[in-house]
């Protein structure tokens, strides 16, 4: 089963968040609601994935992507916001995430898809 960080300040939304990703038949193995806290359970943990808000407290979840994706196992990136426009293309690809989806379309994707195949 995949693993997943979970990464958003809001702790409402992380749990909605989980409950889509565990009926995904995904395994959430950690939350963080910072980037530094992300970036710490990311080492520890070492996800196959992140779900990474763009808007966080202390940094940018384009910035934490980019950071994410140079860790040795390379982690699947997923960018979500509120904000439809909070990255554009060119952030993604500059990011090396794998894309961006609005939180209001999760529901409608497949996150098994999105994150989960290599």
């Known amino acids: 089963m995949p ?63 980019r950071v994410l994706g140079e860790l040795p196992w390379r982690p699947r990136v997923l960018l979500t916001s509120t904000d439809p426009d909070a990255a554009s293309p060119d952030d993604v690809r500059r990011s090396g995430a794998h894309g961006f989806v609005p939180k209001s379309e999760l529901p409608d994707g497949s996150l098994e898809d999105l994150l989960a195949d290599r």
């Open 3 to 65: 693993t997943v960080l979970l990464v958003d300040d809001d702790p409402a939304f992380r749990a909605l968040a989980r409950r889509m990703l565990t009926a995904a038949g995904l395994d959430v193995v950690a939350e963080a609601d910072t980037a530094a806290a992300a970036r710490d359970a990311a080492v520890e943990l070492r996800p196959d994935t992140a779900l990474v808000d763009v808007g966080l407290p202390d940094g940018d979840g384009v910035t934490l992507a």
